[in-house]
């Protein structure tokens, strides 16, 4: 975390994994936007949508570290405010299984502890999508958002990706 960082997140939605971060189930009706029924209830409205989708074609990913998928992406918030996060990204191994995770950071630090969810061993020469959802609460201020992916072991590629960043406040 960096010094200083005043960051506050909660990890509400799901990982599409059988393995993952012990956080208990994730609540009824959660995904990458917020149910109607909670943005209403809590007086919440969409702020703005922040969309990218990329396909780098085998972009190496590095070992043992978080590899971000794009540039840091600023979200202001006027008042403390919520982003739905939904991340999904497609890789491929070579000669070695892996297993790897996919994250979100806020201003350089990982969301939740443990920070990422880890998806199940990735087979040598293979394919695999996978999809994460994470709802961010930030305090006001502009921040920078990373959709990032970790892996353990060499030659792992990036072959596509997309995000998507709803954000909402009152």
């Known amino acids: 975390m960096l010094a200083g960082a005043a960051v506050s997140v909660a990890v509400v939605g799901h990982a599409s994994a059988s393995r993952r971060a012990p956080l208990g189930p994730p609540p009824a009706g959660a995904a990458h936007q917020l149910p109607a029924r909670s943005v209403a209830a809590a007086g919440l409205k969409v702020k703005t949508t922040i969309a990218v989708a990329d396909n780098p074609g085998g972009f190496p990913l590095a070992v043992s570290d978080y590899t971000p998928l794009t540039a840091a992406v600023p979200v202001k918030c006027s008042k403390p405010c919520f982003v739905a ?14 297993n790897w995770a996919m994250c979100v950071q806020s201003d350089g630090s990982t969301a939740g502890e443990p920070p990422c969810p880890y998806f199940p061993m990735l087979a040598a020469l293979n394919f695999d999508v996978r999809s994460f959802d994470q709802l961010l609460a930030l305090p006001r201020g502009t921040h920078m958002l990373v959709p990032t992916i970790y892996v353990d072991a060499a030659a792992v590629t990036l072959t596509s990706y997309s995000f998507t960043f709803t954000v909402y406040a009152k």
Request: net charge positive; no cysteine.
């Open 85 to 98: 996060t939904h991340v999904t990204a497609r890789v491929a191994t070579g000669v070695n299984a892996t």
